[in-house]
């Protein structure tokens, strides 16, 4: 009777510990080149099955010449991620190191992507990250 009261007890105290925890889905880490005029694409590796919050960071540094370009934030409702809209964008202006990060919460997405689009004669290390933490 002791060993079955002490069980229903740990499986009652896991169900509450797991509850107020928060379940990282999807993590995207490349490292890439931008150069010139080119179009960079970064896509999250699965769906996301569940409302949650998705964290996109990027972080750019000067190889050589000037850093320009544009950052989409993207998100898709359907799992193949056929039909893409911007959430925000952001820009790679002339410096040495950018670093950029857009919160989309409380959100229905199935995918999210990071394009980047390069405008001038440079060439640029890109860093970045999709995030992906459920709500519970």
């Not at 952001?90 to 995918?111: C, H, K, S």
Request: hydrophobic content about 40%; overall charge negative; aromatic content about 12%.
């Amino acid at each position: 009777m002791k060993n079955k009261l002490f069980l229903i007890i740990a499986l009652f105290l896991v169900a509450i510990v797991s509850g107020y925890s928060q379940h990282i889905g999807d993590k995207v880490f490349t490292l890439d080149t931008l150069d010139d005029s080119e179009t960079l694409t970064f896509l999250s590796t699965t769906t996301f099955d569940y409302p949650g919050k998705i964290t996109y960071h990027v972080a750019a540094d000067s190889i050589d010449g000037t850093p320009t370009g544009t950052i989409y934030y993207e998100w898709s409702l359907d799992k193949d991620g056929v039909e893409w809209y911007t959430a925000a964008t952001d820009t790679i202006t002339n410096g040495a190191e950018t670093n950029q990060m857009y919160i989309l919460t409380n959100t229905p997405v199935r995918r999210a992507r990071i394009r980047i689009v390069g405008a001038a004669t440079q060439e640029v290390e890109i860093s970045p990250a999709i995030l992906y933490m459920r709500d519970r």
